[in-house]
Each structure stands twice: as structure tokens, then as C-alpha cells.
């Protein structure tokens, strides 16, 4: 695939703090109609439109984006970003207008020390994860503090905080029980009630990945090296979202049973060229600095060869309406602005954009959806997602993002 730069945006000069517009975001350099299904009933051919941006590289100080790391929006529309490094919880109100600072960073009422995910309540409270005080902290709509519960569950992971429709709380966490199975194998959700007691420990399907797994963080989240794994997803609408991706085929677990199926369709895409040989740069980069220290001619960690062709998808989500989002592999295209090489560190141009087949509960496939590049999607509510972008420069926005549909 040719070479393809993007620049979604220019650096340098003062920008407003937030920016409303219709822009259409076509798709993606290196995404081309071809690697979409063809339209179907429901949303056919999408597209997707920002509504709105928030951020700066310059500026006010209450825009300028840290490293993101989840969303929440509320009832109203208002807009809730958490940060680390340093820990940061900040309220936008649903035109972008910076409100206030939510909380603080240490041990005491309202305060945190890792937010490792936000989400809403249905009676219209925030709740917080924070892993380093081991507790959740709940706020009102308008960010004040109004309780917290202890909370044990030592899991450092994106995504281990969800809700369900009766306002409890389902927190990803080890299964301590069982020590002999390996820590990727033996997760559970404990489901917890707004008083902090423990409701039950739902144990989801095991994820049993391919051994030789390594990833590389970027700013679509974490990119795995193409390996064999289960993916599970909560669903609000009270079920497991569950699929290994060797194959197409997500399965609805509900009290342990397999209640319903959804059978997607998909092309397997080869590994080739540059993009191969990236990958095997960094297979070999990853073995050399896998080597034990303090023992003699101990063999380094042997991680698995880059397959003929990518699995079927990469990762399950599904939004507060239930509607299942499915990201697919897809080709990659260069990007002049990727991780350059430093020192025996290969370089990481060769990225795949963020596409999404979309089913509805029951299984219906709505239509595939396509976002820029750089763009990671925390919060999914119906057509309309809120996501975080970091640009050629790595500066970060906050965008609302709606999906444009039909012909």
C-alpha cells in the first residue's frame, strides 16, 4: 500500500480551546471501501462526522490533554476525562466548556491515586476505580464527592470497570481460588452492590491466549502481535460478550450458558511486506531484551512468529446500549509520523486505522464503521462515541464523534 502521511492537525499557533463542527472524517487512509463489507439493511455505507474537539497543544492549561485513559458522559451530555501521570479527573460541560476539577490526587475522601476506569450510573452518579487505594468512589452528576466502598481486586488492566442497569458495580479481578491456572486465565467479575457488598463472582470464559504474546502501546490502545486469544466484553443488558478470534463467532453467555450466537463474516487479511518485516524486527528486538539476568546461558523468551494472515478481530466492546462493536483487522498503512527507531529499538510506522462491524443485540449486523487514525473510542452510547485522538505531534483531544448513516 502507498505511503499515506496523515495530518489531522497543524501545530504551532493557538487554537480555540474547543471547536464544534460537521467535518465529515472520511475513511482512513489505507481503509479504502474494499476492506468494508458491502451495506447492509440497517446503517449502510457509514461514515463518521465529528460534533466536537476539545483540547489544545497551547493554551489554557484546563484543555491541554495528558495521556487519556477513559470517558464517561453524563445524562446531560457533559463530558468527564480521566488522566494519569499525574492522575486527573477533569468535567466538561456537553458544548466542551472546561466546568471544574473533580477530585484529587492521595488517600482521602473523594481523592485517588490510579484511575484505572470511569463509568455512569443509571441514577446519574460517576464511579471511579481507583487500583491504588483499592476502592470505588462514587460522585454526583455535578462532580461532588458523595461516598466511597473498599474494593479488592489488584487486576492492572484497561477496561475492568463496568456497570449494570440496576446501578451495581462489575469489577475485573483475579481468581484468587484457583492458583494453579495461569494470571491471564482466571478472571472474574465481581459484581458489587452500591453499599460494596459482594453480589456474586461471575466467572468469565477463559482467555486461554496463545503463548509468545507481546503488544505495543499506541495511541489506539494496545496492539498485540496477532495472537490467538479469547476476548470478552459486559454487556449492560446483563450478559458476557465472548469470542476466541481464530473465527467469527461471538457467543452470549448469561449464568454461565451459552444463550445466542452472532456469526460475523470476514476476509483473512495476509501479512506482508513492510508491515511483516516490522513485526519481525520487533520479535527479534523483544527476544533480545527477554534474556534472563543473573543466570548462565539461560535462553532468552521465545515469542511466536508472525502468522500467514491476522486473526478475525482484535477486541469486543459494547456500548451503553448494548449495540456490540467489533474491531476488526484490517491492511495498515505507513504513517510518516510513527514511532521512529532508537538505538536498536526498530521503528513502528505500519498501523492499522480503527474499523468496527457493529451488531445489534440480537445479532443483526448494522454496518462497518471507520475512524481516523490515532483515535481510541472509550464511550459508546447508540451512533455517537466519545473517544480520544493524539495527532502526528501526540497531542491529545477529547472528540465526540456521531456516525453518519445510509447512502
Known sequence: MADCPQRWSERGALRPAVLTMAAVLHLACGTDAGQLPEPVAGWGRARVEEELRIGVDEGPVEYMMGKVTDVAVGGDGSIFVAEVLPALLRMYDAEGNFVRQVGATGQGP????????????PDGRLVLWDI???????????GEFVGAVAAEAGLHASRVLNVDSHGNVLLTAMDRGDPARSSTSRRVLMRISPDGQVLEMLKLPDEEPQEGGFVFASAEGFLPNFTISTRNAWSPLGYVVSGRNDNYVLHLIEGGEVTGEIHGSYEPVPIVGEEREQWEAWTRYNEGRSAPTGFVNAPPMKFHEVPEYKPAFKE??????????VQRYVEAARREAGSEAEGDRPPFRWREPPVFDVFEPGGRLLGSVALPPGTYVHARRGKVLWASQADDQDVIRVLRLRVATGS
Open 110 to 121: 473523594g481523592e485517588y491515586g490510579q484511575i484505572m476506569g470511569i463509568e455512569m450510573l
Open 316 to 325: 469486543i466492546y459494547v456500548g451503553s446500549d448494548g449495540l456490540i462493536w
Open 132 to 142: 491504588d487505594n483499592q476502592r470505588l468512589n462514587y460522585y454526583d452528576a455535578a
